[in-house]
């Protein structure tokens, strides 16, 4: 699969539009968002580890905000119940084409069905795993309780979500802190300054973080009966929300 080096914002712009999941983005996706999001791999890895334990006889494991189902095929090389299939669905169509072409080149039997779709307005029944992967952080926060509740709605006694986001933080010192931090990362990763502040500037109003507390206060009113965080790196966290 051809994918390349991310340097869409390597040179100077004008002025930087809002971030888009567009064919430029897809081109450079799975670089930018290993070299963009602390403990990415990890995440992912686990996921698989996770639908493999979780992942019931005769249920669907959904994958909302999919992108290039990098979360999809980590679950389906791990799950082992019968009759288990995966649903990923994404409404960027550049990135739903190519997950397309990827899917095919993989072997894994476990049946994975793509749709382009807003998540918001898609059927969720009788799930026993459902991932947001870094996909919360893009629905409107007027939407997210709502969309949090039918997730719910349609998970199976014992089922799981697993909410991966990037957090903000009350505390003035702590974001300044974590932001730093994240920017160090993403320098090591080889980023300008320049990229770091171009990247910032189009995702301004677009990806909207809410702290540790507002997602396990949601969590807990939608009716979860638990959310904790599994994972942490800076102001990048994975929770496991039980049913
Ligand atoms: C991964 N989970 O690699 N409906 C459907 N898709 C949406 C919507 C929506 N309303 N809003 C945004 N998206 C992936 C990474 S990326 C995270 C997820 C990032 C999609 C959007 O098109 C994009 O593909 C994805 O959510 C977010 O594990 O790039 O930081």
């Not at 403990?39 to 019931?56: D, N, P």
């Not at 918001?120 to 926060?141: D, G, Y």
Request: charged share 20%; hydrophobic share 45%.
């Amino acid at each position: 699969m051809n994918f390349q080096k991310d340097s869409i914002y390597a040179s100077p712009i004008g002025e930087v539009s809002a971030f888009n999941f567009d064919e430029t983005v897809v081109r450079v996706f799975p670089d930018m968002i290993q070299r963009s999001v602390p403990g990415y791999s990890a995440i992912i890895s686990a996921i698989g580890l996770l639908a493999g334990r979780f992942a019931g006889e005769h249920s669907v494991c959904y994958d909302l905000g999919c992108s290039l189902g990098a979360a999809t095929l980590s679950m389906r090389h791990q799950i082992t119940a019968s009759n288990c299939r995966i649903i990923a669905v994404d409404n960027s169509p550049a990135m739903v084409a190519r997950f397309q072409e990827v899917l095919q080149k993989d072997q894994a039997k476990i049946p994975v069905e793509i749709l382009c779709a807003d998540i918001r307005e898609l059927a969720i029944e009788n799930a026993s795993v459902v991932v947001l992967n870094f996909t919360l952080q893009f629905i409107p926060q007027a939407d997210r309780f709502d969309f949090l509740q039918k997730i719910y709605q349609g998970l199976l006694p014992g089922g799981i979500l697993i909410l991966s986001e990037k957090l903000k933080f009350d505390d003035d010192r702590q974001q300044e802190l974590q932001t730093q931090m994240h920017h160090v990362f993403k320098k090591a990763q080889g980023y300008s300054d320049l990229e770091i502040s171009q990247k910032r500037t189009a995702l301004d109003n677009v990806l909207i973080p809410e702290t540790l507390a507002q997602h396990q206060n949601r969590l807990q009113q939608v009716g979860f009966s638990s959310a904790e965080v599994w994972f942490q790196y800076f102001n990048f966290a994975s929770l496991i929300a039980l049913k």
